[in-house]
């Protein structure tokens, strides 16, 4: 399984990006989509996953981002609004499976895309 992630970027407070992540290979077994974020410094942390059921979010986005698949095109989006400097990371997509509690840890994916850098700055 292939992730790659786009969209990453400079943005001002208050602004709003859409993160892409391209999947490929044999991703039928691997039935979630995560985005977990790091920041300098900091551990790899959780953001969001969509599968099979409703999406889960990350207390700290809920209400700002919005997680998105088109099953025609692989891809899985994530909509950011509202962005605050705090939310200045690389973003990563990865591709996993589990029960639905264990999509908040990285330990479930074992697949990562390469990342994309979001830096929200006035």
């Known amino acids: 399984v292939q992730l790659q992630a786009s969209g990453g970027g400079l943005v001002q407070p208050g602004g709003s990006l859409r993160l892409s992540c391209v999947a490929s290979?044999?991703?039928?077994?691997?039935?979630?989509i995560g985005w977990f974020r790091q920041a300098p410094g900091k551990e790899r942390d959780f953001v969001s996953a969509l599968s099979g059921g409703s999406p889960l979010y990350a207390d700290s986005v809920k209400g700002r981002f919005i997680i998105s698949r088109d099953n025609a095109l692989n891809t899985v989006y994530l909509q950011m609004n509202s962005l605050e400097p705090e939310d200045t990371a690389v973003y990563y997509c990865?591709?996993?499976?589990?029960?639905?509690?264990?999509?908040?840890?990285?330990?479930?994916?074992?697949?990562w895309g390469q990342g994309t850098q979001v830096t929200v700055s006035s």
């Open positions: 290979g044999f991703t039928k077994n691997y039935h979630a």
């Open positions: 990865a591709a996993g499976q589990g029960v639905r509690s264990s999509l908040r840890t990285t330990a479930s994916y074992p697949f």
